[in-house]
């Protein structure tokens, strides 16, 4: 989640990008706010380190969706290096708000989880043996 050289939210192109919502606290909660921002802003090897920092982040999600969102194109931002972030969107590129897929995603997934009895949201794990 670096802040430094996001552009004040642009993409590529220089055009601003509307966000899903307006609401940047998740800025204030991750795991990297109190690292040097060129760290997240490395190449080659460690990008690795820099990704480090985004593992266990509660909004590791948050991050990723609004580098997506906004096609921000460099650093670490919510555990992608800029080459797996292109190479994301150039497998999905019909996403129109990667906040609104990762969140609807995070969402299934919580209640797939909460709902298992052995908390994995399988098939598998609510048959009877018998």
């Known amino acids: 989640m670096p802040l430094k050289r996001a552009g004040?939210?642009?993409?590529r192109n220089g055009?601003?990008?509307r966000r899903v919502t307006t609401d940047?606290?998740?800025k204030d909660r991750?795991?990297?706010r109190t690292t040097d921002p060129e760290?997240?802003?490395i190449e080659g090897a460690g990008q690795n380190r820099?990704?480090?920092f985004c593992t266990g982040c509660p909004v590791r999600t948050e991050c990723l969706a609004y580098a997506l969102d906004e096609r921000i194109e460099f650093g670490v931002w919510g555990g992608m290096t800029e080459r797996e972030r292109r190479a994301l969107l150039r497998?999905?590129?019909t996403v129109a708000s990667w906040a609104r897929l990762l969140e609807a995603a995070r969402l299934e997934y919580s209640q797939r989880t909460?709902?298992?009895p052995q908390g994995r949201g399988t098939a598998e794990s609510g048959r009877q043996a018998g």
């Open 8 to 11: 004040g939210g642009r993409g």
């Open 15 to 17: 055009e601003g990008r």
């Open 24 to 26: 940047d606290d998740w």
């Open 30 to 32: 991750a795991a990297c």
């Open 39 to 41: 760290a997240m802003f």
């Open 50 to 52: 820099s990704k480090a």
């Open 91 to 93: 497998r999905r590129p």
């Open 114 to 116: 909460r709902h298992s």
